[in-house]
């Protein structure tokens, strides 16, 4: 079936429950207006963590659907300049962005530069503004058609790893000797722990039985436990904790086991809640903080220094797809899933958390 004119929303208060329906109408193009064909697009579980913070932090607004029960859930992909009245946005042009579960997006460009340009639709204020850029590939260098997929995949995953390790170097790991890394075998969790290789740090990852064997064939963690195994874990070591599971039980858990061993609480995702508070007046030691990459980018913008961060980030994050995909031993492989009523079942596949780790769910519009 087409994805023509058709967009993909998920229930609010039911992350895994999906309806697809028609998308409204647009009239004629107004100046500025540029008209995105989506083609291909990852879902991870990083797309439920925008869907459990959709109203504490301002995803369900970027894209509104004019339900209140219902919001499109955002996703990175790639797209094609469908039609276009901005200078500088060539029709036919290929992007790469943040999107709406939809065959089409118009948006309003501005800063229009030869590397891309930015959305300035009112409501896109709600996210810091790394959300409402979209790259020109033809002016990326470290673009490769041949990697669109893993670009997707890892991209906005990778770069969330990769600012929270870049911010817990900057300070000392909060004198921590130890990282315990919950939700192990999401791709966020292994990409931190793949950052974190070279540093004088123990890093052990903390996964449920079914993802065991996987989390252990990484090997990018020192140590593999079990949930179960919390209340044994050693104690006596700084401790600090990188939350990418967002479970409070869990984390009350690991708070009453590591007491004033625990120096931080480094909350990256949620892939087993939808929703958090970091006033739990059954916790004990430090309140979790909720770290968020784009703020740590648009940090980067002010001070000057965000091209040459995105260098060194870039070329590590090639090395990073390059072990991703390795031919001889990958550590997932590639499913390309057709159109946007494939879409619903890895939606609520990764909100029930029986989605394969091994699997890298791309879906493409179906035309």
Request: glycine fraction near 8%; charged fraction near 25%; proline fraction near 4%.
């Amino acid at each position: 079936m087409s994805d023509v004119r058709r967009r993909l929303m998920t229930r609010k208060s039911n992350i895994g429950e999906t309806r697809l329906a028609d998308s409204p109408a647009h009239g004629e193009l107004r100046d500025g207006e540029v008209v995105l064909a989506l083609d291909r697009f990852s879902l991870t579980t990083n797309n439920i963590t925008y869907a459990a913070y959709g109203d504490a932090i301002g995803y369900w607004r970027v894209f509104p659907t004019g339900e209140n029960d219902l919001g499109m859930m955002p996703v990175w992909g790639f797209a094609d300049v469908a039609a276009s009245r901005a200078p500088g946005v060539d029709v036919g042009a290929r992007v790469f962005g943040y999107f709406p579960m939809a065959d089409t997006l118009v948006v309003q460009a501005e800063k229009i530069r030869r590397g891309g340009f930015a959305d300035a639709s009112p409501w896109r204020k709600a996210v810091p503004d790394i959300y409402n850029r979209y790259v020109l590939c033809a002016a990326d260098r470290h673009y490769s058609a041949a990697l669109e997929n893993s670009e997707a995949l890892f991209r906005p995953l990778f770069i969330t790893a990769y600012t929270a390790v870049d911010f817990l170097r900057e300070n000392q790991f909060f004198g921590a000797r130890r990282i315990v890394v919950s939700s192990a075998s999401s791709k966020t969790a292994y990409g931190a722990a793949w950052c974190l290789a070279d540093d004088d740090v123990t890093v052990m990852a903390l996964t449920g039985a079914r993802n065991r064997a996987f989390v252990e064939g990484l090997g990018v963690y020192d140590a593999v436990h079990g949930y179960e195994a919390v209340e044994g874990l050693e104690t006596g070591m700084p401790t600090l904790y990188l939350d990418l599971a967002g479970d409070a039980a869990l984390r009350r858990r690991l708070h009453a086991r590591f007491g004033t061993d625990l120096t931080y609480d480094c909350l990256v995702g949620s892939t087993q809640s939808d929703s958090f508070t970091a006033d739990d007046p059954a916790l004990t030691g430090p309140k979790p903080v909720f770290f968020f990459a784009a703020t740590c980018l648009d940090q980067h913008r002010t001070q000057g220094t965000l091209h040459a961060f995105y260098d060194r980030f870039l070329a590590d994050q090639r090395a990073f797809f390059g072990r991703v995909v390795d031919p001889v031993s990958p550590w997932i492989h590639i499913v390309e899933h057709g159109g946007l009523e494939a879409a619903r079942g890895v939606i609520r596949d990764l909100a029930d958390g029986v989605s394969d780790p091994m699997e890298g769910a791309i879906v493409r519009i179906a035309r």
